[in-house]
């Protein structure tokens, strides 16, 4: 399994087989942040927005070496309310386990929007499905770091959880807690 989570500071990448995750990063390539530093006008622009990519591979660079050395995850899940959005814009249904729809989201379909995304303003681009009023200055930041991400990593497609880092911590923390019979 390789997980992907993009946040307002930061991009987690973690893979493994087990539960606890053979190897994991944390890349300060989130949405907001990437915004802030790359991105600040409205529309970006595609020089702001080449910038932004270039930056974007080069730190991910950093980090490919541990994960290249793991095999070949067979499932690529994304996570965040970002990747998300992403998904509803440009990705597609699938049939799911349960027969409850998931969203998969290919890297080339990605691809082919940042330009789009990058040359709307944002108030048009929370017009665009998927797009909330919250996300649409960091939408396109969020695209740049996801694609980056999915490159580097060799990833065509990605299926989009419905959880994200947020409730992984709790649920970790309630397994963690003892409900022995001495506890009152």
Known sequence: ??????????????????????????????????????????????????????HAAETLAAVLPQFAALPRPDHVVGSSKAIRSLARLVGYPAPGWSGTERMLLPRASLGSWIPRLARLPASARQELPGITPDRTFQIVAAAVSLHAAMTALKVEELEVSPWALREGVLLRYIE????????S
Not at 5 to 26: K, N, Q, T
Not at 176 to 183: E, G, I
């Open 1 to 54: 399994l390789l997980l992907l989570d993009i946040g307002g500071g930061s991009l987690e990448i973690a893979a493994g087989a087990e539960e606890m995750p053979d190897a994991a990063a944390s890349v300060p390539l989130g949405a907001g942040r990437m915004t802030v530093q790359f991105l600040p006008n409205d529309p970006p622009g595609e020089a702001d927005v080449e910038k932004l990519r270039i």
């Open 176 to 183: 963690q807690l003892s409900w022995s019979d001495d506890r």
